[in-house]
């Protein structure tokens, strides 16, 4: 059992540059979301969903877009980086609302 | 927002207990999580207590609430080198759809 994927493990771009995050889960969870990771900051949740087709913003929404046009994945795409998002980004999902969250191993990117 | 709080380090000899506490903001928190990240890994949920319990046991791990005080701790009997990571205490709000909010992490370090 997979669990929860991503890809890839590690990147690095120019600023300006953009790229799409994937995130691929096999566990017909429902609810999926997107965090950073940053030094001394804890996990913060970027953009989440409830649901194939159904998004919403998170705390730090901005300079990242998503979609998710079928249950198991769920991308996260930056359309222009920027050095500040330089960060550790975890995918995680959950079987429903008051489910425990399971995580992807994360994806380090690098902004130069 | 939600403010969940933590001390940063903790270093505890092999075979003692381990205690890390976590404070909270948010009084309508649902669930409360303890998840432990080791280097370069994703988050592993380790145990969850619902917001109308106040203890939680699980082999090693032992999590209180104090809900009057909004403190949540996790202790870890007979610390093995093994336990040696980064814990992160996450709370649920009642709104929102499994947004968690984390704490800054604690790092365990276990002195053979």
């Known amino acids: 059992n997979a669990g929860v994927t991503q890809t890839p493990k590690f990147q690095v771009l120019k600023t300006g540059q953009s790229m799409t995050l994937q995130c691929a889960q096999d566990?017909?969870?429902?609810?999926m979301s997107w965090y950073r990771q940053d030094p001394g900051m804890g996990l913060r949740l970027i953009h989440y969903?409830?649901?194939?087709?159904?998004?919403d913003q998170g705390e730090v929404p901005n300079g990242y877009n998503v979609s998710r046009s079928t249950t198991e994945d769920f991308p996260l795409r930056l359309l222009s980086a920027a050095p500040s998002q330089t960060s550790v980004y975890f995918c995680a999902s959950s079987y429903s609302q008051n489910s425990p969250l399971h995580f992807g191993n994360g994806t380090r990117l690098t902004v130069t | 927002g939600e403010d969940v709080e933590q001390s940063l380090f903790l270093s505890v000899r092999e075979g003692d207990s381990s205690v890390i506490n976590c404070t909270y903001t948010?009084?309508?928190?649902?669930?409360l999580y303890w998840y432990k990240q080791e280097p370069g890994a994703g988050l592993q949920l380790l145990t969850y207590i619902f917001s109308n319990m106040d203890m939680k046991q699980d082999q090693r791990l032992t999590v209180l609430l104090n809900k009057k005080d909004k403190h949540l701790s996790l202790r870890i009997a007979d610390t093995q080198t093994g336990d040696s990571a980064i814990y992160f205490c996450?709370?649920?709000?009642?709104?929102?759809?499994?947004?968690?909010?984390f704490g800054t992490g604690t790092r365990l370090t276990v002195i053979p």
């Open positions: 969903s409830v649901g194939a087709g159904i998004t």
């Open positions: 948010d009084s309508s928190s649902t669930y």
């Open positions: 996450a709370e649920s709000p009642q709104t929102g759809a499994n947004n968690l909010f």
């Open positions: 566990m017909n969870h429902e609810y």
